[in-house]
């Protein structure tokens, strides 16, 4: 059973950087991060959960929406397990509830990625609020 955990600072102000990480455990396997396809998702009030970023299990290939790119990276250390998302010059748009998702099968297309329904295990979610 693989487990998902984010964690992040929750309150920042505009124009600063933010770093999310998630937190990969199995069980009974003891596996870690290194086994999934990763990915970040976020839903910001009254709206849908929408896709981010993701990137591959050795960290050789990313995807990002095209909403976040430039600002947002995604990046993993697989020998340390977490998988993190940086996010540069903060916007209040960027207010949302922020989720950490891993993906059994293999590292595919950018349409197949940002489905959600491509992924198999979800994290309960990390708040981040961009307010001055």
């Known amino acids: 059973q693989v487990q998902l955990r984010e964690s992040g600072p929750g309150l920042v102000k505009p124009s600063q950087t933010l770093s999310l990480t998630c937190t990969v455990s199995c069980a009974p396997s003891g596996g870690t991060s290194s086994n999934y396809v990763m990915g970040w998702f976020r839903q910001a009030p009254g709206k849908e959960r929408e896709f981010v970023a993701a990137?591959?299990?050795?960290?050789?290939?990313?995807y990002y929406a095209d909403s976040v790119k430039g600002r947002f990276t995604i990046s993993r250390d697989n020998a340390k397990n977490p998988v993190h998302l940086q996010i540069d010059s903060l916007k209040p748009e960027d207010t949302a509830v922020y989720y950490c998702a891993a993906r059994f099968g293999p590292w595919a297309s950018y349409v197949t990625v940002a489905t959600q329904n491509a992924w198999n295990a979800w994290g309960q979610g990390t708040q981040v609020t961009v307010s001055s």
């Open positions: 990137i591959s299990r050795t960290g050789g290939g990313t």
